[in-house]
């Protein structure tokens, strides 16, 4: 069972093609601009108690105009095990229905994936979330000190080819957005292996707290992070 928050029966904004989002419900970070503060606490009225196999009834209903699924959240590593039945259950679909289907996570990467390598072979990739690279920056940003487990999920993920897309929300001043486009490019180059980035203009919508009228980055700043992407080898998108 998993405490899930929302279903989308089809998203295209949740990875590649169109795709079921489920959103599980709890967070282990505090993000200042978090758009969806409503799946940070643990435990909530709005969250419903489901089984993989109410889940799967779900998706189900995508057959076949779906390419696959994603889950998010709040941070849905922290229901790994949840995560490894579901996927599991969707790839014995796929070869039920005959119609080929990828399972997808879009994570903080505080929880280490090296641990669940159960989930880990039924996973196609994982779509991160680099909040920011220095330590400091990224504690004010999240109330968080698990940073380091980040970029060692990025490094692996990376390395086991798993690493479907690495997402950088883009706030001027408060996210260190070239520190982390610099030290992304020297992992890429030590590790020999590439992905793509996506550079995320931070937008208020949803946001509770002190940056829930903060203004967007400007065309011109978000043109100038895709410049320096571009200048340190990396493919990105401005989304």
Not at 57 to 83: D, N, W, Y
Not at 195 to 216: D, K
Request: hydrophobic content about 45%; aromatic content about 6%.
């Amino acid at each position: 069972m998993a405490l899930v928050r929302k279903i989308i029966a089809q998203s295209t904004v949740d990875g590649p093609g169109n795709r079921t989002a489920i959103f599980l419900q709890g967070c282990n970070i505090r993000c200042a601009y978090c758009h969806n503060p409503e799946t940070q606490a643990m435990q909530d009225a709005e969250a419903k108690e489901m089984s993989v196999a109410e889940v799967m009834t779900e998706v189900r209903k995508g057959i076949p105009f779906i390419r696959g699924i994603t889950v998010s959240g709040g941070e849905c590593m922290l229901q790994a095990e949840f995560l490894t039945k579901l996927f599991q259950a969707v790839k014995a679909l796929a070869e039920e229905v005959h119609h080929p289907l990828t399972c997808l996570i879009d994570s903080n990467g505080t929880v280490p994936f090296a641990r669940h390598p159960q989930l880990m072979e039924v996973c196609d990739g994982v779509m991160l979330d680099v909040k920011a690279w220095d330590s400091e920056t990224y504690h004010l940003l999240t109330q968080a000190r698990n940073d380091e487990v980040v970029k060692e999920n990025l490094a692996w993920l990376l390395q086991h080819h798993l690493l479907t897309e690495v997402r950088i929300v883009c706030l001027p001043k408060r996210v260190d957005v070239e520190v982390i486009l610099q030290n992304i490019a020297k992992i890429f180059d030590s590790i020999g292996e590439k992905a793509p980035a996506r550079l995320l203009r931070f937008r208020p919508h949803g946001v509770i707290g002190e940056l829930a009228n903060h203004p967007m980055p400007s065309d011109e700043q978000m043109a100038e992070y895709a410049a320096l992407a571009a200048s340190l080898g990396l493919t990105a998108t401005v989304k």
